[in-house]
């Protein structure tokens, strides 16, 4: 095995973003949930039978880093928008409102989050319809909830052995400049993101896919990884044929990088050059890099080097999947924790 592959390796299983993505797991124990659910705990929303009888309805929560929000608290408020609106997409489902909890030390720094929020609000399309505000707190946080519905889902629960694996990523932006988040929305036609982001209810709707997922801040294989063990199954992923920067540290990319549109999709082979289309149409980098497969562990190539990644039937990781295997230490840190999502 090349020293590069195993490097990654071991920054998969070490760094900080499936560090946050196993505290899942400890929380998920807490509170007796999973994959087996009445309402599957995993997905990027809560998937809810809509009572009027017609698809879904889709909600979601995302809470910020307070160090993210104190730096960049323009981008930070703009953020609470956009992730959680790439979540209602990555669930097939189009966005309906937002509502925001937002602490800061007074009205000024309140106000740039605030600011923020509102510009990706219009440029999304999506009305911010009330929420709690606190503008006599210690620091700066911020968390938005969302609420979509969908006609047809997509689901981190569907993938199955044969799937090919599609990573999607919007390459035309950059890195902002104290984290990795990948910037290709803002400053962008309102038009165009909104457009790029129909694909996916588009997609599930034509039932030209039905497992998916949000590029999250564990990048693409710590999102990847949440996908496979959601649904059970394992993956071999060819690394050359990733779509990333070409300038990008393959690590970063890889490991840490949160795209403002970034997907991981698992595709019937007989779709995939149809779902290829629809987002190469649209100037979008979109690439088959692997397939899905019965084993339950991740296997990862480069350079024509192969190596184990991940094996979900020794070690969980979210918890969320089919007979999760035991957690590591992560369940000494309940008492830290809150209840998140995928």
């Not at 290709?184 to 038009?191: I, M």
């Amino acid at each position: 095995m090349s020293d590069s592959l195993d490097s990654l390796i071991a920054e998969l299983r070490d760094g900080r973003g499936v560090a946050h993505k196993r505290d899942i797991g400890a929380v998920v124990a807490a509170l007796g949930v999973g994959g087996d659910s009445a309402i599957a705990v995993g997905d990027d929303c809560a998937a809810i039978p809509d009572p009027s009888g017609s698809g879904w309805l889709l909600l979601a929560i995302e809470g910020f880093l307070s160090e993210f929000v104190e730096r960049e608290p323009v981008f930070a408020g703009w953020c609470g928008v956009m992730v959680n609106v790439s979540d209602i997409y990555a669930m097939g489902g189009r966005p309906i409102a937002v509502v925001d909890a937002i602490w800061s030390r007074d009205a000024v720094r309140g106000g740039a989050i605030l600011e923020g929020m509102a510009a990706a609000a219009k440029v999304y399309g999506v009305p911010v319809v009330g929420g709690h505000s606190n503008a006599r707190a210690g620091n700066e946080q911020l968390s938005v909830a969302i609420l979509g519905h969908a006609n047809a889902l997509l689901s981190s629960f569907e993938a199955k052995p044969g799937d090919v694996l599609i990573s999607v990523v919007d390459l035309r932006g950059g890195y902002r400049q104290h984290f990795s988040n990948w910037d290709a929305a803002s400053g962008s036609d309102p038009e165009r993101l909104r457009g790029d982001l129909e694909i996916l209810p588009k997609l599930a709707e034509d039932k030209l896919c039905c497992a998916a997922k949000d590029i999250s801040n564990a990048g693409l294989l710590g999102t990847l990884l949440m996908l496979l063990e959601c649904s059970g199954v394992g993956a071999e992923i060819d690394l050359d044929q990733v779509p990333m920067p070409a300038d990008a540290d393959p690590a970063r990319w890889l490991l840490h990088t949160f795209p403002s549109y970034g997907f991981v999709l698992a595709v019937r082979p007989s779709r995939v050059d149809e779902v290829l289309a629809r987002f190469q149409a649209r100037d979008l980098s979109a690439s088959a890099i692997g397939r899905c497969t019965a084993s339950r562990q991740l296997h990862l190539s480069e350079d024509g080097d192969t190596a184990l990644a991940w094996d979900f039937n020794e070690e969980a990781l979210i918890g969320c999947g089919p007979d999760a295997a035991p957690h590591g230490p992560t369940e000494s840190l309940l008492s830290n924790l809150a209840p998140t999502h995928a």
